[in-house]
């Protein structure tokens, strides 16, 4: 089964944190898509000797970690820019292709739901695979995790959610707050969609 991993993704904890979970996906069976994950670029040697020389990365880290996403977590603290490296831009055309693309092929999303309000982008994705699944009986649903304790605690009065991304999320799902039954719920509707259901 395939599945649209959703949620914020701008500091390196949340996107560790996504990154981690997505290999015990994968570790279970679930073929993940993760947005901060699908935009690898192949970095050219040249390129990462001149990232060397320059002092922004050393030679250790170079051969010991991602490549991309070493050259990616400079551009992102504004270190160097994608033109200097002559990488192609990332704009929100490329990112809203890619993105539509992994959400169009996914069976599910599990959607990480942290923070003082659903991330934007996270409430779009939610939104577009509910409209997706209209049409789609291989769409099963969109499993909503809360980590955060400031939504934890209010999990009997609607999570602290928006209550139209709340509707849409229980409409064709649910919303849990630990790892171990999101993945069961995901392994269930990999299941139905293996017994044809």
Same mark, same amino acid.
Request: contains cysteine.
């Given at each position: 089964?395939?599945?649209?991993?959703?949620?914020?993704?701008?500091?390196?904890?949340?996107?560790?944190?996504?990154?981690?979970?997505?290999?015990?996906?994968?570790?279970?069976?679930?073929?993940?898509?993760?947005?901060?994950?699908?935009?690898?670029?192949?970095?050219?040697?040249?390129?990462?000797?001149?990232?060397?020389?320059? @002092?922004?990365?050393?030679? +250790? /880290?170079?051969? =010991?970690? #991602?490549?991309?996403? &070493?050259?990616?977590? *400079?551009?992102?603290?504004?270190?160097?820019?994608?033109?200097?490296?002559?990488?192609?831009?990332?704009t929100p055309?490329?990112?809203?292709?890619?993105?539509?693309?992994?959400?169009?092929?996914?069976?599910?999303?599990?959607?990480?739901?942290?923070?003082?309000?659903?991330?934007?982008?996270?409430?779009?994705?939610?939104?577009?695979?509910?409209?997706?699944?209209?049409?789609?009986?291989?769409?099963?649903?969109?499993?909503?995790?809360?980590?955060?304790?400031? @939504?934890?605690?209010?999990? +009997? /009065?609607?999570? =602290?959610? #928006?209550?139209?991304? &709340?509707?849409?999320? *229980?409409?064709?799902g649910a919303?849990f707050n630990?790892?171990?039954?999101?993945?069961?719920?995901?392994?269930?509707?990999?299941?139905?969609?293996?017994?044809?259901?």
């Amino acid at each position: 089964m395939k599945i649209y991993f959703a949620g914020p993704l701008f500091t390196p904890y949340v996107r560790e944190f996504i990154s981690k979970h997505a290999q015990v996906l994968r570790e279970n069976g679930i073929d993940p898509f993760v947005p901060h994950e699908s935009f690898k670029v192949d970095v050219p040697p040249a390129v990462l000797d001149s990232l060397v020389q320059s @002092g922004h990365l050393t030679r +250790e /880290r170079v051969q =010991g970690e #991602n490549p991309s996403w &070493l050259v990616q977590e *400079l551009v992102r603290a504004g270190r160097v820019r994608r033109e200097e490296l002559g990488l192609p831009p990332v704009t929100p055309a490329t990112i809203f292709a890619a993105d539509y693309a992994g959400l169009s092929s996914a069976n599910a999303v599990l959607a990480l739901l942290d923070g003082t309000q659903v991330d934007d982008g996270t409430a779009c994705e939610i939104g577009i695979f509910y409209g997706l699944m209209r049409s789609d009986p291989n769409k099963k649903g969109i499993a909503g995790w809360m980590t955060d304790s400031r @939504g934890t605690r209010k999990a +009997e /009065r609607g999570w =602290g959610l #928006n209550l139209f991304t &709340l509707g849409v999320i *229980l409409e064709c799902g649910a919303i849990f707050n630990n790892f171990e039954d999101t993945l069961a719920q995901l392994k269930a509707w990999d299941a139905e969609l293996r017994s044809g259901k």
